[in-house]
Structures are given as structure tokens and as C-alpha cells.
């Protein structure tokens, strides 16, 4: 059976930084793609930073210069360095990955970790 498991949220006050860990598991062969989202209090999810197979990387505009994506595909583990936070950026983050099995690639969510930014 297939796990994303997140890792990593919790408060921090404005300014501060926490790294979101996002670890699969479950019978795969290779991760090709992971991304990571977030949805704030009220709102639609966002995607937030994202990693493909081939190293590229893109983000929101929000995330730019504050955020970093990761992977180490060795540990079957992405990653979300988050630097400079903001309390606009309290939300539930979720990871999410392109898994590739025998028999084609399917698409898996976290549960989610809760990032709350205030003082």
C-alpha cells in the first residue's frame, strides 16, 4: 500500500523557517514528479513549489525567493524549505507525487501538514 506521509509543520512567528519533509512509501519503483500545495483557512489549494523528474523546478510567485523544493530520491523523500515566513502563509501543506510502478504512474497525496505563522 502506497504512503505519503508529511512532516515537518508546526508554529513558528513571522520571519521564521521550518522544513516540510514529504517521504513515500509502498512498492514503487521511482518518484518522477513531486509538488507541494497548500491550502489556507477558507481557500481553494495552491500549488506551492514543484520538482520534476529532471531536476527542473517552478513556484508561485508567493514562494519565490522564500521557498526551496527538494528531493532525495535515495530516501524516497521530497522536501520544502520555507525561510521568511509570513502569517499569509499559514495553510495545511500537502505533498504530492507522480509514483511509477510496473505497470504505468499514478498520482498520490499526503495528509497533510499544518504551518501556522504567528506571534
Known amino acids: 500500500q502506497v504512503h505519503l506521509v508529511e512532516s515537518g509543520g508546526g508554529l513558528v512567528q513571522p520571519g521564521g523557517s521550518l522544513r516540510l519533509s514529504c517521504t513515500a512509501s509502498?512498492?514503487?519503483?521511482?518518484?518522477?514528479?513531486m509538488a507541494w500545495y497548500r491550502q489556507p483557512p477558507g481557500q481553494q489549494r495552491e500549488l506551492v513549489a514543484a520538482?520534476?523528474?529532471?531536476?527542473?523546478?517552478n513556484y508561485a510567485d508567493s514562494a519565490k525567493d522564500r521557498f526551496t523544493i527538494s528531493r532525495d530520491y535515495t530516501k524516497n523523500t521530497g522536501y520544502l524549505q520555507l525561510n521568511s515566513l509570513e502569517p499569509e502563509d499559514t495553510a495545511v501543506y500537502y505533498c504530492?507525487?507522480?509514483?511509477?510502478?510496473?505497470?504505468?504512474?499514478?498520482?498520490?497525496w499526503g495528509q497533510g501538514t499544518q504551518v501556522t505563522v504567528s506571534s
Open positions: 504530492n507525487a507522480d509514483l511509477e510502478f510496473e505497470y504505468g504512474v499514478q498520482t498520490y
Open positions: 509502498g512498492g514503487f519503483f521511482t518518484i518522477r514528479n
Open positions: 520538482i520534476r523528474s529532471g531536476g527542473d523546478t
